[in-house]
């Protein structure tokens, strides 16, 4: 029982550590990224791997208790959210006009 | 040695979600486009619900949860806000305004 609960900590240490590592990556690549909609891909890094390994690996810390059941609210209203205002700020780049930069194009001149 | 290494653990999360914030912060100042500040802004809030967690279990609270949810409630309402205000120039009376040029 003991050596169970041991084991249940690393993992949850393990995946707390890791999602904090994908945040960061998430946010440097939205800090050195050379356009618009490559920092937009780069920031779903957090939205995406950092919510899900830092909740799961704080949820498993904690036990099952009512602790989880806000951890759950938080993801699930993160999962709602986040996919919905990252489609809001590109669909508003869209129609204003924000370019690719030279850099992204490729040889026939087509932004993609 | 089990009982101090989670302190251990969420401390080096808390820095490292810390530092994330702070660059995510130059993007914010940097940002040529207005696009790019909207998405930062997303962005930092998404990394305070995450840090205002992992702050409450490290100092043994973890009814901070409670406010890391409401504050993904405003980033969201936030960032549509936001977008909405700088597409029509206003956030309320938009119909209003074109009965009237009607």
Redesign the interface.
């Known amino acids: 029982m003991n050596f169970l609960y ?1 084991i249940m ?1 690393l993992i949850a ?1 393990a995946l ?2 890791v ?3 994908m ?2 990556i ?3 690549g ?2 050195r990224f050379p356009d ?1 909609w490559s ?2 891909h780069a ?1 779903s890094v ?2 995406s791997g ?2 899900i390994f ?2 799961l690996g ?1 949820g498993i ?2 036990g099952f208790n009512l ?1 989880t059941f ?2 759950f ?2 993801g699930a ?2 999962f709602i ?2 996919p ?3 489609h ?2 590109a669909n ?2 869209l129609v ?1 006009g ?1 370019k690719t930069s030279k850099k992204n194009q490729n040889e026939t001149g087509d932004e993609g | 040695m089990i009982d101090t290494m989670p302190h251990f653990v969420f401390l080096i999360a808390l820095i490292l979600l810390f530092t994330a914030m702070i660059l995510v912060l130059i993007r914010l100042y940097k940002g040529p486009t207005l696009y790019d500040r909207v998405l930062s802004t997303n962005s930092f809030g998404t990394h305070t619900v995450l840090f205002i967690g992992v702050l409450g279990f490290l100092s043994d609270r973890p009814d901070f949860l409670d406010i890391a949810l409401l504050y993904a409630l405003i980033n969201f309402v936030a960032t549509i806000a936001i977008l909405k205000f700088f597409r029509y120039r206003a956030i309320g009376d938009v119909l209003i305004k074109r009965e009237l040029k009607k």
């Open positions: 041991d900590q240490w707390i550590l999602g904090s590592v945040a960061i998430g946010a440097l939205a800090l618009f920092r937009l920031a957090t939205d950092g919510v830092l909740l704080m810390h904690s602790i806000k951890l609210l938080i209203f993160l959210t986040g919905t205002s990252s809001a700020v508003a780049a204003s924000v």
